[in-house]
Nanobody, 121 residues
């Protein structure tokens, strides 16, 4: 069983910044990928950014140049630094972690509870 704890959401003015974090805990053997997804009102959930086991990254076109995903392998934590925020970034942001469980060696796909990010003047 893997648990994810998210933090860092809030309200910010356009052009401002926020930093999200997500810490994974449990009987984890290895992590293949960590990522952030978001769902805005009236829209489909979309991938925002992902970082793989090889530290490669991928971003949605809408956030390239503004958002940065990073991870701390010792703490099993993934971060999302969001700069130059726009009203269209307003959404619930969800952390996702994929990997392999210790002992039983089965794969897992865990989600955080979501954190609200609101960008408004």
């Amino acid at each position: 069983q893997v648990q994810l704890v998210e933090s860092g959401g809030g309200v910010v003015q356009p052009g401002g910044s926020l930093s999200l974090s997500c810490a994974a805990s449990g009987s984890i053997r290895s992590i293949d990928a960590m990522g952030w997804y978001r769902q805005a009102p009236g829209k489909q959930r979309e991938l925002v950014a992902v970082i793989t086991n090889g530290a490669g990254t991928n971003y949605a076109d809408s956030v390239k140049g503004r958002f940065t995903i990073s991870r701390d392998n010792v703490k099993n934590t993934v971060y999302l630094q969001m700069n130059s925020l726009k009203p269209e970034d307003t959404a619930v942001y969800y952390c996702n972690v994929k990997g392999v469980l210790a002992r039983i060696l089965s794969r897992f796909d865990s989600w955080g509870q979501g954190t609200q990010v609101t960008v408004s003047s």
